[in-house]
């Protein structure tokens, strides 16, 4: 009941300072913090693809009842062998039927590299079929031996695919993990990635688990304005053990006012089952 009072309350000075002094004249402390009132949170499938595979309606309407509004997928086809394989046989419209009737809306979904090739015009129609506006890309996955230029061929390759997606009305994108933050050639990869990549046509999708390398999301959301369009949200210890979003080192309000700058649409927990409901809880207390 706090939580909607104060919003209620924010709400309500927007709305009455607005009218009568115009919204330029308020405090934009508060026109931030009253941004980040109205996240939709939402949630990763991969840590539970094992339940979803499952009991697909049952588990989504688990996750609305922890607080979730909107959910990130993967592709079935594109990560059949990792999990996702009873999902393939499914209509995309049935579907799209079950995240509606759990409550949810699915925005995003994570597709493998090599969908960007030869696949794509299919996986369009599973995008737009599943009323996705945002086709995300899990990665390159290029081996270890990799060199820098093989990471800048493969961002040119994302970019000719993102043409076709924005075409398609959506808008692409490119998911970070670890390893693109490290040097290659004397440059940090995500930077030389983030140089690479249209900034039109892919946007980022940053993962915060990088804060156990040394990465805050937030000092490049300020780096790189208006780049990002969503964030995978989890929290660690100063030891690198995960725990709940609010319970560990990451300086959240700092986040959020940043992703403001970053661009970031959507935010998407992904953690540990048991880790999911106690996020949902600290970021609605926000």
């Excluded at 706090?2 to 919204?23: P, W």
């Excluded at 939709?40 to 595979?53: A, K, V």
């Excluded at 209509?91 to 696949?119: Q, V």
């Excluded at 304005?225 to 989890?234: A, K, N, T």
């Amino acid at each position: 009941m706090r939580t909607i009072n104060r919003r209620r309350f924010l709400g309500k000075i927007a709305v009455g300072a607005g009218a009568a002094f115009g919204l330029s004249h308020l405090p934009s402390q508060l026109l931030a913090h009253a941004g980040m009132l109205n996240i939709s949170i939402g949630f990763q499938t991969f840590p539970i693809r094992d339940i979803l595979s499952k009991d697909f309606s049952g588990t989504l309407k688990m996750m609305a009842a922890q607080g979730y509004k909107i959910t990130e997928m993967c592709s079935p086809k594109g990560y059949a062998d990792i999990g996702y394989g009873p999902l393939v046989s499914m209509k995309t419209s049935d579907m799209r039927k079950m995240i509606s009737d759990a409550g949810l809306s699915c925005p995003s979904c994570h597709f493998g590299f090599a969908e960007f090739g030869d696949p794509l015009d299919e996986r369009i129609e599973f995008a737009h079929g599943l009323g996705l506006s945002q086709m995300i890309c899990s990665t390159f996955w290029l081996p270890q031996a990799a060199v820098l230029n093989d990471y800048l061929a493969a961002a040119d390759k994302l970019n000719k695919a993102a043409e076709k997606i924005k075409k398609a009305g959506m808008q692409a994108g490119f998911h970070n993990h670890d390893f693109e933050f490290q040097k290659l050639d004397g440059q940090l990869i995500y930077d030389a990635l983030i140089k690479r990549l249209d900034p039109d046509l892919v946007k980022m999708q940053f993962q915060t688990e990088v804060i156990n390398l040394g990465y805050k999301a937030s000092t490049y959301f300020n780096k790189y304005p208006g780049r990002f369009i969503s964030s995978h949200l989890s929290d660690w210890t100063v030891d690198k053990k995960q725990v709940p979003v609010g319970q560990g080192i990451i300086d959240w309000k700092e986040f959020f006012a940043a992703a403001k700058t970053g661009g970031v649409k959507n935010f998407f927990v992904e953690m540990d089952l048991d880790k999911y409901k106690d996020s949902a809880t600290y970021i609605r207390s926000l």
